[in-house]
């Protein structure tokens, strides 16, 4: 009887949450994010910043490169002539030409940047931080 008694209260007591602990190589995609201005403080500056967007300043001199990093869906803006490259984790390349005040929407993508041309770039990178809803 008294092991009846026992199970029944083991039973009806309160289940206490554990904790999961996630194995190290397990990390959150946010945790993953390859900031630009982190990953390439030389190249990449912070211009504005508030809770819907980001804006970022690219200088690359002639052949200079950018390297991986995440970037966020948004507008790309050429302050001067641009002849970039993206390059994808995958491989998969995209050269682009655009002519000063010219302006392109970027998807988010990690990639890294090449200045194809043997003349310095200049762009702003306007990022989205609102998440679209499905």
């Known amino acids: 009887m ?28 946010e945790a993953r994010f390859r900031d630009a201005v982190k990953v390439d403080p030389v190249h990449y500056r912070v211009e504005h910043e508030n809770s819907q967007m980001r804006v970022l300043r690219l200088n690359l001199k002639g052949d200079e490169s950018v390297p991986i990093h995440d970037d966020r869906a948004g507008l ?7 002849h970039i490259r993206f390059q994808r984790l995958d491989g998969k390349i ?3 030409h ?8 970027v998807w ?5 940047h090449t200045n194809l041309s ?9 990022e989205t931080k ?4 499905a």
């Open 2 to 29: 008294a092991a009846c008694v026992a199970s029944l209260m083991l039973a009806q007591r309160p289940q206490i949450p554990t904790r999961r602990i996630m194995p190290p190589e397990i990390v959150p995609p």
């Open 118 to 126: 043997p003349h310095p770039l200049e762009l702003l990178y306007i």
């Open 98 to 105: 655009l002519e000063a005040g010219q302006t392109r929407w």
């Open 94 to 96: 995209q050269d682009v």
């Open 76 to 82: 790309l803006v050429c302050l001067t002539e641009c």
């Open 108 to 112: 988010d993508d990690a990639r890294s």
């Open 130 to 133: 609102i998440k679209p809803q």
